[in-house]
């Protein structure tokens, strides 16, 4: 996991409201990610940023929302608008100098009850 | 036609075997090719990364990448109960962001 902390762990939200996932790095990474990982399949790619007060949708963006006023956090809300909310989310980051590598935080498991 | 296929397996070999992986793209302009392992329920962590074509080896591992045909490969030499996981290819297409693969769950028998 490296300096790529998530919280919380677990959580669980009722139908209807928001919710913020945690993710902070203090690796001095440029670039971080928003992962999803469902049961039995990869990942899907929701919001990336690359510097600061900059952020990109990914793949599968509706119902989520991000937000970069820090190098090192990288927070991700995902709104009463998400169908299916329910699912593995992954924060990663890039030192983006030179590296495509990206490494992943531990994960925060989202149920939706 | 997905970005990156993998065959979800189970892959199952006996301890001791070589294990082989397999992954295709469909983005002739990707550059960077990365295999992930990921235990259940935890997230994945980097095994290997090739960037050129040919192999790349680390110690048991060795990544093959085959640009002309869209083909990267993981062979694990001398398998241990221990490499029972999901693994995972992901492609960088230029993106700066990588496209996962669904994954290969391999087991490796006692």
């Known amino acids: 996991d490296g300096g790529i902390t998530q919280s919380p762990k677990y959580l669980f939200r009722k139908e209807g409201q928001n919710v913020t996932l945690s993710c902070e790095q203090n690796l001095n990474h440029d670039a971080m990610y928003w992962y999803r990982q469902d049961p039995g399949q990869g990942l899907r790619l929701i919001y990336y940023?690359?510097?600061?007060?900059?952020?990109q949708k990914g793949d599968i963006a509706e119902g989520y929302s991000v937000s970069r006023e820090k190098k090192e956090s990288f927070p991700l809300t995902v709104t009463s608008a998400q169908k299916n909310p329910t699912a593995f989310y992954l924060c990663?980051?890039?030192?983006?100098?030179?590296?495509?590598?990206?490494?992943f935080g531990p994960g925060t498991r989202l149920t939706v009850l | 036609q997905k970005e990156v296929e993998q065959n979800s397996g189970p892959l199952s070999v006996p301890e001791g075997a070589i294990a082989s992986l397999n992954c295709t793209y469909s983005?002739?302009?990707?550059?960077?090719f990365f295999w992930y392992r990921q235990y259940s329920g935890k997230s994945p962590e980097l095994i290997m990364s090739i960037y050129s074509n040919g192999d790349k080896e680390d110690g048991r591992f060795t990544a093959q990448l085959n640009k002309a045909s869209q083909y990267v490969s993981l062979l694990i030499r001398d398998s241990q109960p221990s490499d029972s996981a999901t693994y995972l290819c992901?492609?960088?297409?230029?993106?700066?962001?990588?496209?996962f693969g669904s994954g290969t769950r391999l087991q490796v028998q006692p």
């Open positions: 983005d002739r302009g990707s550059q960077s």
């Open positions: 990663a980051s890039r030192l983006d100098r030179g590296t495509d590598t990206q490494y």
């Open positions: 992901a492609v960088d297409t230029g993106r700066r962001a990588l496209t």
């Open positions: 940023s690359q510097i600061v007060n900059d952020f």
